[in-house]
C-alpha cells in the first residue's frame, strides 16, 4: 500500500512563489511516476505536471515556464515549485504516483495513476 502526502500549500498574493512537497511512504524497487494535479471549486481535477520513471518531465500549457516539478528519490519525495502565481491557480493540489508506463500522453488522465495523497489548499489572491 503507497501513502502519499502532501504538504506546503496556504495563502500567497499573486506574483509570489510556493513550494509544494509529497512524500511517498512506501520505498519502491521498481520506478514509478510522480505527477501533480489540481482541482478548483466546480472544476474537474485536472494535470499540472508530472515526473516520469523514465526521467522525462511534462507540463500543462498553463503552468509552463511558471512551475517546475522535481523528485529526490532517496528521500522518496516530488516537489513542486510554483513561480509568479495567479489567482487562477487556486486549486487543491494532489499529488499522484502510478508504475505502470504512460503511452500516448495518458500522464495526464487522472484514472492512471493509483496512488493519492489527500490533497493541499493553495490559495492566490489578486
Known amino acids: 500500500q503507497v501513502h502519499l502526502e502532501e504538504s506546503g500549500g496556504g495563502l500567497v498574493q499573486a506574483g509570489n512563489s510556493l513550494s509544494l512537497s509529497c512524500v511517498r511512504s512506501k520505498r519502491s524497487y521498481v520506478s514509478y511516476s510522480m505527477a501533480w494535479f489540481r482541482q478548483a471549486p466546480g472544476k474537474e481535477r485536472e494535470f499540472v505536471a508530472v515526473s516520469s520513471w523514465t526521467g522525462m518531465e511534462y507540463y500543462a500549457n498553463s503552468v509552463k515556464g511558471r512551475f517546475t516539478i522535481s523528485r529526490d528519490n532517496a528521500k522518496n519525495t516530488a516537489y513542486l515549485q510554483m513561480n509568479n502565481l495567479k489567482p487562477e491557480d487556486t486549486a487543491v493540489y494532489y499529488c499522484?504516483?502510478?508504475?505502470?508506463?504512460?503511452?500516448?500522453?495518458?500522464?495526464?488522465?487522472?484514472?492512471?495513476?493509483?496512488?493519492w495523497g489527500p490533497g493541499t489548499q493553495v490559495t492566490v489572491s489578486a
Open positions: 499522484a504516483s502510478t508504475e505502470r508506463a504512460f503511452s500516448n500522453g495518458s500522464y495526464v488522465r487522472p484514472h492512471e495513476y493509483d496512488s
